[in-house]
């Protein structure tokens, strides 16, 4: 009787781990050109694997079983296909603050932050007297402040968590965004902010201390030369600001003096290039322009204009 021919063995399939997802496709986004391969890999993987930063390190040499790589390579190839990746997640930090975005709102960015940065300078700048003739001193004076075309409500969420007896409204013409603004706020447990369906200031009344915006301000025919992250993904209607993108600024410069309280200032985000052609718009209307103020990258990205002091 001849032996049994005796079955070869079979050298077991190496285990994919954490780490290993990590690499690949960090390594899948460099070779695509996007342009924080490493970083996007590791949100991107602890968002599939429902991991925080440390717990994702601490499991790095776990195997991953076929259901979490389908999953990672799912959000991987969003990713790929240029969606953001806070889009991917559905949440951005933005001043520290963890504020939820979908299809009808901006992703936060963190050049808006100059946004945030001016407003509380011109607060600071103010000699503490309010509408009401009281004097509070700095930032804990109760303050009414509105935030036009509000999207996430990012820009008024921010500045609410550091005026902490202000009083805030955002407002914005999509339903959606507005929707999204006021689960951010209750999410952070700020229940001094309402939203009004409007746009800009239609259905607000003054006085306010403070009027911050992002408004849209891309050029019309600019909108298709945009990176492709914002190009498909951002809504057209938070980046189109007409034919040379400055529909939103005459609104506002227009609207904004009759809201303001004497002393009071308006705050707004600028396109590259734009500063002197809205400075001249809020001059135009009666306010005084101060300098831009530039964002970390070096472009004039803002710019505060106050309401003279009667008399």
């Known amino acids: 009787m001849n032996p049994v021919a005796a079955t070869p063995m079979r050298a077991p399939a190496t285990a994919v781990t954490v780490a290993d997802a990590r690499r690949r496709w960090a390594a899948e986004f460099r070779r695509a050109g996007l342009a924080s391969p490493e970083l996007d890999a590791r949100l991107l993987v602890g968002h599939a ?4 930063h440390a717990a994702l390190a601490a499991a790095a040499a776990r195997p991953l079983d076929s259901a979490e790589q389908s999953a990672i390579a799912a959000l991987a190839d969003r990713r790929l296909g240029h969606e953001p990746v806070a889009r991917i997640v559905g949440v951005k930090e933005f001043w520290s603050l963890d504020i939820h975005v979908d299809a009808a709102t901006l992703v936060p960015r963190p050049e808006t932050e100059t ?3 001016a407003a509380l300078a011109a607060i600071d700048a103010r000699d503490g007297r309010t509408h009401d003739g009281r004097t509070d001193g700095g930032r804990t004076r109760a303050l009414r402040i509105a935030d036009l075309g509000t999207g996430s409500g990012a820009i008024l969420l ?3 968590t550091e005026l902490p007896n202000a009083f805030g409204v955002g407002s914005d013409v999509s339903l959606q965004a507005l929707a999204l603004a006021r689960a951010n706020a209750r999410s952070l447990g700020l229940n001094r902010a309402g939203f009004v369906a409007c746009n ?3 259905a607000l009344r003054g006085p306010f201390d403070l009027i911050v915006s992002n408004p849209p301000y891309i050029a019309s025919d600019g909108i298709a030369g945009l990176p492709a992250e914002v190009r498909l993904f951002d809504p057209r209607l938070a980046l189109d ?3 040379d993108g400055l ?8 609207a904004v003096p009759a809201l303001l309280v004497p002393g009071g200032a308006v705050v707004v985000e600028l396109g590259a290039g734009q500063a002197d052609a809205v400075a001249g718009l809020f001059a135009g209307t009666g306010l005084a322009p101060s300098p831009p103020r530039p ?3 070096g472009v004039q990205r803002v710019l505060t204009a106050w309401k003279r002091h009667e008399g």
């Open 49 to 52: 694997l429902g991991l925080d």
């Open 115 to 117: 946004v945030v940065e």
């Open 158 to 160: 921010a500045l609410l």
């Open 200 to 202: 800009t200031t239609a």
């Open 241 to 243: 600001g007409g034919a």
């Open 247 to 254: 529909d939103c600024y005459r609104a506002i410069a227009a």
């Open 295 to 297: 964002d970390l990258s």
